[in-house]
């Protein structure tokens, strides 16, 4: 087991210190026959920023509620992430990091008024064949108990030694000949002010020149903003209490460009895509389900 490392906040860091301590203690090598670091985070006692909720429902176009958005947890422990992700213990840089897959499940909504205790940790990692997976696990708990956790892979590019065969990734079913849920257009210049709701402060979202750089078209949207404007077309209303989301980013969403949702309903799950116009495979796949009573944790009732 490698080092143990535990990360204890009382505020939310900054992205600016945060961006400052990945430059310190940036890596460019992974060395696969060191151990794995144990890093872990924490923050309790979060109480909602409710200019920061207004702000999300604002460029999403989501309502005001008396409820948190299901992704809207993302934003506070997206804090504690880059943090892990920063950390000169970290595996690689966190320049150089991706986003590749997410699963939450959300037990029941949470309310805007609730005090809520963060818990960050990585979880696991393995080698694929163009790169090096990790996995941060996140949990969010309301008066002790567990309302809302999430799964997150992050993925360096890189030859970094022989891939685990044993391992296999997810598949997601895709659904070119689904009907059409919805259609929009996504504005430029705002990736910088999502990146203050978000905070996911990667520049590759907010700016072109430094996206070029590591052989993107131009900026893109942060994976949040993306998923927060297309589930307000998939979640129905009133009966989002439990909900299981696994979401897998197959490639960057850029600014300036036409958005197309669809969806189909297989068994007991809504599958989705995301595509730009322009692109006939999808950007984002997912699957939203409602839990069951008997799928929901007894710790989370």
Request: net charge neutral; glycine share 6%.
């Amino acid at each position: 087991m490698g080092e143990s490392i535990e990360l204890i906040f009382n505020k939310q860091p900054s992205m600016k210190a945060t961006a400052f301590l990945a430059f310190l203690g940036r890596s460019s090598k992974f060395d696969t026959g060191k151990p794995f670091p144990q890093i872990t985070a924490k923050h309790n006692g979060v109480v909602i920023d409710k200019a920061q909720l207004a702000e999300f429902h604002c460029i999403c176009g989501t309502e005001n509620s008396d409820k948190l958005p299901v992704i809207f947890p993302f934003t506070l422990i997206y804090p504690l992430l880059q943090r892990i992700l920063a950390h000169s213990a970290a595996p690689l840089s966190l320049f150089q990091v991706l986003n590749s897959r997410m699963q939450v499940l959300q037990y029941r909504r949470i309310g805007i008024d609730e005090t809520l205790d963060l818990y960050c940790e990585i979880a696991g990692h393995r080698l694929r064949e163009k790169g090096l997976e990790m996995d941060i696990a996140s949990v969010v708990k309301s008066s002790g108990t567990t309302v809302w956790e999430n799964t997150q892979t992050f993925y360096y590019r890189g030859k970094f030694g022989e891939p685990d065969n044993d391992y296999q990734p997810p598949q997601f079913k895709s659904i070119p000949n689904a009907p059409e849920t919805a259609r929009w257009f996504l504005q430029g210049g705002i990736g910088h002010r999502f990146s203050k709701v978000s905070g996911d402060g990667n520049p590759l979202h907010y700016w072109k020149r430094y996206a070029r750089l590591f052989g993107f078209k131009r900026d893109f949207a942060q994976p949040l903003l993306i998923l927060g404007s297309s589930l307000k077309y998939l979640l129905q209303a009133g009966d989002e209490n439990a909900i299981a989301l696994d979401i897998g980013l197959k490639a960057p969403i850029y600014y300036e460009s036409n958005i197309i949702l669809k969806s189909e309903q297989d068994n007991d799950a809504k599958l989705f895509d995301i595509y730009l116009e322009e692109n006939p495979l999808p950007c984002i796949c997912g699957k939203l389900k409602y839990l069951t009573a008997n799928e929901i944790p007894a710790k989370s009732v």
